[in-house]
């Protein structure tokens, strides 16, 4: 009778393995525009916090700092005002896996990664590490196939595509709509950017967190159109490419996130996170499932 162990991609791999060893961290009575210059300049989402004992005390994302932009809170406000804390942690010799799963029911996308001291951090842990690490591993398997729906014998089994992982649900706001509407949207549906459409639903550009709080750096007002920030051409391939190329194409670009369309780049049909192949990729491929077996 075959024994079935619980085996999944990332067990084995610890939190070390995949880590960041750069920490970018600020005073807690830092401005925000000091935290904004920050994220901008290292291509990071969060900013820790130390207090005046050196000790950290809390984080403050891109989704704190857009919600200061939202209240009006003046950019030279203390980024304390703001902050979350205290920071979720995890060692550096714990496993991967469980790391993923704390990220995944807090609803976090990084954890900070402390040493034999809890007031020494020396690295963090972010979805695009993960993912990052994950596609080497998965990237040379010949065995990530699953079952297609065709009757064909010959088409039985067939690569992962974009379409078996991506999200239908595409956020969407009119290119007339205010940087508030788009600030509500975001915070709605908990996503990090949202699609800008024009003329008959056709995708125009995107709003993201980071184009919200370069605005609010440069004083940008709240009530102006979603056009006079969006970026644009929208960032999208095929649903019909392939799952691995999707994650190379997001990591190459540094973006952790991509629009899905057909056969028209200007009608998305979806998104594709780096956190929706992050969760996809740990646990579910079909040959590691089947590995499971021995």
């Known amino acids: 009778m075959p024994r079935v162990i619980k085996r999944h991609v990332l067990s084995g791999i610890t939190v070390k ?12 009575s ?5 935290c904004i210059n920050r994220m901008i ?25 857009m919600s200061a932009f939202y209240a009006e809170l003046p950019i030279k406000s203390p980024a304390e005002n703001i902050m979350v804390g205290p920071p979720l942690c995890c060692h550096p010799d714990d496993e991967l896996e469980l790391a ?19 007031a020494e951090v020396i690295g963090v842990l972010a979805y695009p590490d993960i993912v990052g690490l994950l596609y080497r591993y998965c990237r040379a398997c010949n065995k990530g196939f699953i079952k ?42 908990r996503c990090g950017a949202v699609l800008i459409t024009g003329a008959e639903n056709k995708a125009v550009g995107v709003v993201s967190k980071t184009d919200l709080i370069v605005a609010y750096k440069h004083g ?12 644009k ?5 095929s649903a019909g490419a392939k799952l691995s190329d999707a994650i190379q194409l997001m990591l190459l670009r540094d973006v952790q996130r991509i629009f899905i369309h057909t056969a028209d780049p200007s009608q998305i049909v979806g998104v594709l996170s780096l956190s929706d192949a992050a969760r996809f990729r740990s646990g579910s491929c079909h040959a590691c499932t089947a590995s499971r077996i021995l």
């Open 148 to 189: 297609a729906r065709g009757s064909d014998p010959a088409d039985e089994y067939r690569r992962m595509k974009v379409q078996d992982v991506m999200t239908g649900h595409v956020t969407a706001c009119l290119q007339t709509d205010t940087l508030v509407t788009v600030i509500e949207e975001l915070t709605k549906h």
């Open 30 to 34: 830092a401005p925000i525009d000091y």
């Open 100 to 118: 993923l799963d704390c990220m995944h029911q807090n609803g976090v996308h990084r954890l900070y990664v402390i040493g034999t001291d809890a």
């Open 17 to 28: 393995e995949a880590m960041r060893r750069q920490v970018i961290n600020l005073s807690q």
């Open 220 to 231: 940008v007002r709240a009530d102006v159109s979603a056009r006079a920030v969006m970026s």
């Open 41 to 65: 300049k290292y291509k990071i989402n969060s900013v820790l916090l130390y207090n005046s004992d050196e000790r950290p005390v809390g984080v403050v994302t891109k989704t704190d700092i």
């Open 233 to 237: 051409p929208v960032k999208s391939c």
